[in-house]
C-alpha cells in the first residue's frame, strides 16, 4: 500500500500562484508514476499532470498546459504542482495520485489521496 497526503490548497485571487505538495508514503519502491487530478460537483475527475516517479518524465491536460508544472523530489518521496496564473476555472477539489505508468485516466492509478480544495475568485 502507498499513503498519499496533499496539501497546499487554498483560496487565491485569478491570476495569483499556489503550490501543492503531496506526501508518499509506504511501499513507494512500487510507485512508478505520481499524477495529479481535480474534480468538481457534478463532473468527472479530470487529468491535470503525471510525472514518471524515478524518470520524471511528464504529461500535461491540455487546460494546464504552460500554466501548471509538476515535479517530484524523488529522495524525499514528495510530489509537487505549481500552479500559476490561475483562473477561476480551476477551482476544484485536487486529488494526487500514484500508480504503475503515466496514464491520464483515473482508472490507471491504484492509490490516492484524500484531496485539497483550491479555490480561484476573481
Known sequence: QVQLVESGGGSVQ????????CAASGRTWNVQAMAWFRQTPGKEREF??????????????ASVLGRFT???DY?????????????????????????????MLPTEY????????VTVSS
Open 70 to 72: 509538476i515535479s517530484r
Open 75 to 103: 529522495t524525499k518521496n514528495m510530489g509537487y504542482l505549481q500552479m500559476n496564473s490561475l483562473k477561476s476555472e480551476d477551482t476544484a477539489v485536487y486529488y494526487c495520485a500514484a500508480g504503475s505508468g503515466l496514464g
Open 14 to 21: 485569478t491570476g495569483d500562484s499556489l503550490r501543492l505538495s
Open 48 to 61: 491535470v499532470a503525471t510525472i514518471g516517479w524515478p524518470t520524471g518524465i511528464t504529461k500535461y491536460g
Open 110 to 117: 491504484d492509490f490516492w489521496g484524500q484531496g485539497t480544495q
